[in-house]
């Protein structure tokens, strides 16, 4: 069964504006990776956060973990054109289990 | 550039032909993925190797047959397709399975597959 799954399914916003997604999830996890896709192209990884930390940042990139609601967000500040792509979220499980990516979150940036 | 290449990038075959897609790392990672994405779905994890052991087999039809010769090298044998099979079919590895921070994925820019 699906692990992550993100929210919304689709967003809209102007350049310059702030972009949340959020990821919820059913089972105990490891970590939490948030991951994007430009259109019709392999996936690339963004941020990885343990299933111990709360908060994390890279660049204009913030991520949030709240373990007593399975929930994560991934924040992008001051949104360009370029950050028009597909989000990820993906659990990571230890004990050789693989990780399971939901079913993103489309965002397009408009100029 | 990820440091994992796919070939080809783009397909197109009959449901009669038989074709293989590569994947090559050049991380030096141990674990290695076949993903399929169609159109609105979720990515669909295939096949998992890990120290070139197929670990997973998320129920594939035997119309795709993976291969895994060593490490750094993994293949998608493709025979009698059917139209539903069309997708991007993306190849990942990671350092390890299932070890926190090195089972990040690294993925190949995919190939995009048409069957008619």
């Known amino acids: 069964s699906q692990q992550g799954e993100e929210d919304p399914q689709a967003l809209s916003i102007q350049e310059g504006e702030n972009a949340t997604m959020n990821c919820s999830y059913k089972?105990?996890?490891?970590?939490l990776q948030w991951y994007r896709q430009n259109s019709g192209r392999g996936l690339v990884h963004l941020i990885l956060?343990?299933?111990?930390?709360r908060e994390k940042h890279s660049g204009r990139l913030r991520v949030t973990l709240d373990t007593s609601k399975k929930s994560s967000s991934l924040l992008i500040t001051a949104s360009r054109a370029a950050d028009t792509a597909s989000y990820f979220c993906a659990t990571g499980h230890t004990g050789g289990f693989k990780t399971i990516f939901g079913a993103g979150t489309r965002l397009f940036v408009k100029a | 550039e990820t440091g994992v290449t796919q070939t080809p990038r783009h397909l197109v075959m009959g449901m009669t032909n038989k074709k293989s897609l590569k994947c090559e790392q050049h991380?030096?990672?141990?674990?290695m993925y076949w993903y399929k994405q169609s159109a609105k779905k979720p990515l669909e994890l295939m096949f998992v190797?890990?120290?070139?052991?197929?670990?997973e087999n998320n129920s594939v039809p035997s119309r795709f047959s993976p291969e895994c010769p060593n490490s750094s090298h993994l293949f998608l044998h493709l025979h009698t397709l059917q139209p539903e099979d069309s997708a991007l079919y993306l190849c990942?590895?990671?350092?390890?399975?299932?070890?926190?921070?090195?089972?990040?994925?690294?993925f190949g820019p995919g190939t995009r597959l048409t069957v008619l």
């Open positions: 956060i343990r299933s111990n930390e």
């Open positions: 190797y890990n120290f070139k052991e197929q670990t």
């Open positions: 991380l030096g990672h141990n674990a």
């Open positions: 990942a590895s990671s350092q390890e399975i299932g070890a926190g921070a090195r089972d990040t994925q690294y």
């Open positions: 089972t105990s996890i490891n970590n």
